[in-house]
């Protein structure tokens, strides 16, 4: 499966069954993330088979149960962006793997992640991980003229991206952004709403996939 097979087949997972993760599937996952840390600055790590962050032990906390493994996205101030892009990288990276995943901003205790950071750092989300008892369900999207603004006609490859930044997950699927084309450029901007920063992230990870990152030209890089 590659990354845009992933991007069509991934759904958000909440439930977890108590299959453990394959060792050879962690190295790989953690070398991925090693290489993100390395480039980008970012402080992402993976807890498994550590149930207390979720309370995995017990019947049901908030909308999860069984999720014993997650990704911890960590960074210092202002990173939003960038803690959106890397982790989508990652979540679908799991989903070639054959493992669930869900993005959480909030259901989770955040005093139990076993991670310890500067003063500067902080945990911005988690990524809940593992193998779901189901696959989830698609969820709902707006219709693709309210996600962007184009200067004339937008072509096929921008399209393709849009296509594809439509089914990026966001925050209470509010999908608060809007990607713009003018002049052979695209902008990308993340309206007003909880964790808008970080979906925008999200978001252009998707169009670059869609789109094809060799075809992009971004106005604020």
Not at 117 to 128: F, M, T
Not at 143 to 170: C, I, N, Q, S, V
Request: with cysteine; proline share 4%; glycine share 8%.
């Amino acid at each position: 499966m590659t990354l845009y097979d992933a991007m069509l087949e991934r759904h958000s997972v909440r439930q977890y069954t108590d299959k453990k993760i394959e060792p050879e599937k962690i190295e790989i996952l953690k070398n991925k993330i090693d290489e993100i840390n390395k480039k980008s600055g970012l402080y992402i790590s993976l807890c498994t088979e550590e149930p207390e962050a979720f309370q995995a032990n017990k019947p049901s906390y908030g909308s999860f149960s069984g999720c014993k493994n997650y990704f911890v996205l960590a960074a210092g101030k202002g990173r939003d962006e960038d803690i959106g892009y890397y982790g989508e990288e990652l979540v679908l990276l799991s989903q070639t793997l054959g493992l669930n995943t869900c993005w959480v901003a909030l259901t989770f205790e955040k005093n139990k992640v076993p991670v310890k950071l500067s003063e500067n750092e902080k945990i911005y989300d988690v990524i809940a991980l593992g193998y779901g008892k189901t696959q989830g369900v698609v969820h709902k999207s707006k219709p693709l003229d309210k996600l962007y603004r184009a200067k004339g006609d937008a072509p096929e490859w921008f399209m393709r991206g849009m296509e594809a930044a439509a089914l990026a997950p966001t925050a209470i699927n509010q999908q608060r952004f809007i990607i713009s084309y003018e002049d052979g450029k695209v902008g990308a901007k993340a309206l007003l709403g909880p964790c808008s920063k970080t979906d925008l992230g999200i978001v252009k990870y998707h169009f670059e996939l869609g789109a094809g990152s060799e075809n992009i030209i971004w106005k604020d890089r």
